[in-house]
T-cell receptor, first 115, second 109 residues
């Protein structure tokens, strides 16, 4: 149980375009979802925390207008990278947990390459 | 400010040798610490948490508040232990985690 999926697993987009990444909890209701960014050979950096039905809380230094997060349902959160630039190329990982528990279940990640 | 450090980027040991992955933290509150593991081409998964004082896959970790450490240990390393290991600190009343930079463990045959 407690499976989190991400789609797509890999996406290439042109500079200036927007790309949407989906994160789904397959067998539980995710009251909270987290979005991380991981550069090659580096650790995960939390970008934002989103609770279902409310606005996401962004970490310092993360542009909320550039990284749009929507958590409209208990099983789906989306991250939209707007006006993507090559420096946005990275591995984006989501995780999810349900209310009353601290454990986060991680998705497999999405590799974004901006050309 | 909360911070997690893992001084070793890469740790290589021979099969059957003891292994210790170091983790230190700084946090003004009551710490809750975890170890996550990421095997090659797999997602991040929880290995163990200090509050449960459990042993998973032969690994143990003890929280030392005096030294602000949570080192991961295993007496006899196996080749299948080769992976990336992240130490994590739970903050903000459990809302999120701060991850350390990670240590890549390579167990040589």
């Amino acid at each position: 149980g407690a499976v989190v999926s991400q789609h797509p697993s890999w996406v290439i987009c042109k500079s200036g375009t927007s790309v949407k990444i989906e994160c789904r909890s397959l067998d539980f209701q995710a009251t909270t979802m987290f979005w991380y960014r991981q550069f090659p050979k580096q650790s995960l950096m939390l970008m934002a925390t989103s609770n279902e039905g409310s606005k996401a809380t962004y970490e310092q230094g993360v542009e909320k207008d550039k990284f749009l997060i929507n958590h409209a349902s208990l099983t789906l959160s989306t991250l939209t990278v707007t006006s993507a630039h090559p420096e946005d190329s990275s591995f984006y990982i989501c995780s999810a947990r349900w209310q009353g528990t601290y454990e986060q279940y991680f998705g497999p990640g999405t590799r974004l390459t901006v050309t | 400010a909360q911070r997690v450090t893992q001084p070793e980027k890469l740790l290589s040991v021979f099969k059957g040798a003891p292994v210790e992955l170091k983790c230190n933290y700084s946090y003004s509150g009551s710490p809750e610490l975890f170890w996550y593991v990421q095997y090659s081409r797999q997602r991040l998964q929880l290995l163990l948490r200090h509050i449960s004082r459990e042993s998973i896959k032969g690994f143990t970790a003890d929280l030392n508040k005096g030294e602000t450490s949570f080192h991961l240990k295993k007496p006899f390393a196996q080749e299948e232990d080769s992976a990336m290991y992240y130490c994590a600190l739970r903050v903000n009343y459990g809302q999120n985690f701060v991850f350390g930079p990670g240590t890549r463990l390579s167990v040589l045959p």
